[in-house]
């Protein structure tokens, strides 16, 4: 079955208390990429990735950090969590083609709170 | 600049009734894509529907329908005879041709439907 996996679903973590959000997909999708949906700003990204090793700033990048070591993963990195940084967080793949459309495949969401 | 504009903040309505939820978009393309999405309250995204710029052609899908209309730059979606089930938070998004693999969201609608 096609998807996108993300863990964890749930975590409640502290400031400063580095974390990471993996994601995966087996899809063999080139773009990869992450969102953060807040109350009244609906999603924003926050980095993508084109391919392995090609990663890059989106709309709300600052505090994060992502690797794309393998094609199929895309974790993404809180060096340094904020209570700010308290969202609902998701990851999606695409084919990353340039020919028209590329559906968006999405993961199940991950609820951090940091206190 | 790109953008998408959900106007309506939450909207609350009784079973049967039916109801619009607006979508206005901005883009200086003249080739890009137009979605909703359904967030039900365990938090997935599900895809509802994609349109193309260049198929203004209403559609329908059961008690669903979307109305596309470039003239206006709006894509309303309609939930004819709702039903508790409805209840949901629903996104309208956008990508433009140049990057079809990002999705560009409105701040999203939450629709209430009391039995």
């Known amino acids: 079955e096609a998807q996108v996996t993300q863990n964890p679903r749930y975590l409640i973590t502290v400031t400063g208390k580095k974390l990471t959000v993996t994601c995966s997909q087996n899809m063999n999708h080139e773009y990869m990429s992450w969102y953060r949906q807040d109350p009244g700003l609906g999603l924003r990204q926050i980095y993508y990735s084109m391919n392995v090793e090609v990663t890059d700033k989106g709309d709300v990048p600052e505090g994060y950090k992502v690797s794309r070591k393998e094609k199929r993963n895309f974790p993404l990195i809180l060096e340094s969590p904020s209570p700010n940084q308290t969202s609902l967080y998701f990851c999606?793949?695409?084919?990353?083609?340039?020919?028209?459309?590329?559906?968006?495949?999405f993961g199940p969401g991950t609820r951090l709170t940091v206190l | 600049a790109q953008k998408v504009t959900q106007a309506q903040t939450e909207i609350s309505v009784v079973e049967k009734e039916d109801v619009t939820l607006d979508c206005v978009y901005e883009t200086r393309d003249t080739t890009y894509y137009l979605f909703w999405y359904k967030q039900p309250p365990s938090g997935e995204l599900v895809f509802l529907i994609r349109r193309n710029s260049f198929d203004e052609q209403n559609e329908i899908s059961g008690r669903y329908s979307w109305n596309f209309q470039k003239s206006t730059s709006s894509f309303n979606f309609t939930i004819t005879a709702s039903q508790v089930v409805d209840s949901a938070v629903y996104f309208c998004?956008?990508?433009?041709?140049?990057?079809?693999?990002?999705?560009?969201f409105g701040t999203g609608t939450r629709l209430q439907v009391f039995p």
């Open positions: 998004a956008l990508s433009e041709a140049g990057n079809t693999d990002k999705l560009i």
């Open positions: 999606a793949s695409s084919t990353g083609q340039s020919s028209s459309y590329n559906e968006q495949f």
